[in-house]
């Protein structure tokens, strides 16, 4: 079974307890409901089936509590992928998936989150603004607390022809409170307890040791 993932689109953030037997993923794509780009769900549901694993698709700010709470208990992998950090954080904490996503991971579940999706597992979210649009999470009046399950903040597309400016002065700017951690498009971070790692990819995902 897969134990880490690295993708050649957006920087990947994977955090891990206890990932041997992940079989099943619901993969979160809320973020971009409101993104500009397209982004490329059905890439990943492919390249995740590659690697034996099923996807159920959850749309969080559409589906009831109890549809979200039974398709993440289910799932031995949480995947979120990218787009709007603000929209997509708005979704998780009105919908409480934030809170049922922290309490799986700390079980052991498998997180893998992509741009939006990996800067989203932080402690802060307001990093990013120079990249999202954070009036696209109007609802969160200013709450800018990640879903803190890692003491890590994602800086991704660093390099991009879109995103690689804002990357740029994210990084200058720098945020003392936070342990910014700058990833291309084909790098992801794995965090497994105390322990980090980057890791390069050439293309698409691939199987970890």
């Given at each position: 079974m897969p134990r880490a993932f690295s993708r050649s689109q957006g920087g990947c953030l994977i955090c891990s307890e206890a990932s041997k037997g992940a079989g099943r993923a619901v993969l979160i794509p809320t973020a971009g409901i409101v993104s500009r780009v397209k982004l490329p769900v059905g890439?990943?549901?492919?390249?995740l089936a590659r690697l034996?694993?099923?996807?159920?698709?959850?749309?969080?700010?559409s589906a009831s509590h109890s549809e979200i709470a039974q398709a993440i208990r289910a799932a031995d992998i949480v995947f979120v992928s990218g787009g709007n950090t603000f929209f997509l954080l708005?979704?998780?904490?009105r919908s409480g998936a934030d809170r049922l996503i922290a309490e799986h991971v700390a079980q052991g579940?498998?997180?893998?989150?992509?741009?939006?999706?990996?800067?989203?597992?932080?402690?802060?979210?307001?990093?990013?603004?120079?990249?999202?649009?954070?009036?696209?999470g109007a609802g969160l009046r200013g709450d800018f607390a990640g879903l803190d399950?890692?003491?890590?903040s994602v800086v991704p597309h660093c390099g991009d022809i879109l995103f690689g400016k804002a990357a740029q002065r994210i990084l200058a700017r720098g945020d003392a409170r936070l342990d910014l951690r700058a990833l291309t498009n084909r790098q992801a971070i794995a965090v497994r307890g105390a322990q980090t790692s980057t890791v390069a990819s050439r293309a698409h995902y691939r199987r970890q040791a």
């Amino acid at each position: 079974m897969p134990r880490a993932f690295s993708r050649s689109q957006g920087g990947c953030l994977i955090c891990s307890e206890a990932s041997k037997g992940a079989g099943r993923a619901v993969l979160i794509p809320t973020a971009g409901i409101v993104s500009r780009v397209k982004l490329p769900v059905g890439l990943h549901v492919k390249e995740l089936a590659r690697l034996g694993v099923t996807t159920q698709e959850l749309e969080i700010s559409s589906a009831s509590h109890s549809e979200i709470a039974q398709a993440i208990r289910a799932a031995d992998i949480v995947f979120v992928s990218g787009g709007n950090t603000f929209f997509l954080l708005q979704e998780l904490k009105r919908s409480g998936a934030d809170r049922l996503i922290a309490e799986h991971v700390a079980q052991g579940k498998l997180y893998i989150g992509i741009s939006a999706g990996a800067v989203a597992a932080g402690p802060d979210i307001e990093y990013i603004k120079p990249m999202d649009d954070h009036r696209k999470g109007a609802g969160l009046r200013g709450d800018f607390a990640g879903l803190d399950l890692v003491a890590l903040s994602v800086v991704p597309h660093c390099g991009d022809i879109l995103f690689g400016k804002a990357a740029q002065r994210i990084l200058a700017r720098g945020d003392a409170r936070l342990d910014l951690r700058a990833l291309t498009n084909r790098q992801a971070i794995a965090v497994r307890g105390a322990q980090t790692s980057t890791v390069a990819s050439r293309a698409h995902y691939r199987r970890q040791a």
